[in-house]
Structures are given as structure tokens and as C-alpha cells.
Nanobody
Framework: QVQLVESGGGLAQAGGSLRLSCAAS????????MGWFRHAPGKQRDLVAT????????YSVDPVKGRFTIARDNTKNTVYLQINSLRPEDTANYYC?????????????????WGQGTQVTVSS
């Protein structure tokens, strides 16, 4: 099973940017489609973006389109989430997750392995 470690979160001002990283180890990274999810207090864990095994196909949810970009570097066993134009409502704990399921599913239940999360806090 792959192990995942997120980094890059922190406190940022509205309008600013952050780049989250998720480093994988333990298995062949390119065998896994990856997703980023976020969990804000009092809310359910929501999908942010997904990326296919090769990185050729990506998907992001409407609230983050144009602001968030998911990418991966299979030579570095890392998936990234570039977050621009931060908003206070982006405040959440951000998790990366890996799946061996076909395609790049959007349901959290399809993901086998999760990182510990990295907190993003956006001040207005």
C-alpha cells in the first residue's frame, strides 16, 4: 500500500496562493489515480480535484475551477495542488488520497489510502 504525506498548508491572506504537496512512498506511484479533498469544520469531506495515473486527465469541482490546479510528477512520486486567489471559504484541512480504482473517481469511498492532511487557513 502507498503511504501519503501532505505538506504546504498554512495561514494565508485572501487573494494569496499556496501550493500543497503530497509525497507518496511504498508502491509504484503511477499505479494510482490521485485526489485532493478538503474537510472544513461542521461540513463533510468534499472532493476538490482528481488526476489520472499519467496526469493527462484532471478534474476539479466548480467552486475551485480557475483557482485550483492539480498536477503530478511521477518521477518525484508527488501530487500537487496549486491554490490561487484564496478565499476564506477555502479554509479546511486538505487531504490527498490514492486509489487503484478505474479512472479518477470523485467519491471519497473509492479511495483506498489517505494522508494525514494539511491545514489551510485563509484570513480575510
Amino acid at each position: 500500500q502507498v503511504q501519503l504525506v501532505e505538506s504546504g498548508g498554512g495561514l494565508a491572506q485572501a487573494g494569496g496562493s499556496l501550493r500543497l504537496s503530497c509525497a507518496a512512498s511504498g508502491r509504484t506511484f503511477s499505479n494510482y489515480a490521485m485526489g485532493w479533498f478538503r474537510h472544513a469544520p461542521g461540513k463533510q469531506r468534499d472532493l476538490v480535484a482528481t488526476i489520472s495515473r499519467s496526469g493527462a486527465s484532471t478534474y476539479s469541482v466548480d467552486p475551485v475551477k480557475g483557482r485550483f490546479t492539480i498536477a503530478r510528477d511521477n518521477t518525484k512520486n508527488t501530487v500537487y495542488l496549486q491554490i490561487n486567489s484564496l478565499r476564506p471559504e477555502d479554509t479546511a484541512n486538505y487531504y490527498c488520497a490514492a486509489t487503484t480504482a478505474w479512472g479518477a473517481p470523485t467519491s471519497p469511498r473509492s479511495y483506498d489510502t489517505w494522508g494525514q492532511g494539511t491545514q489551510v487557513t485563509v484570513s480575510s
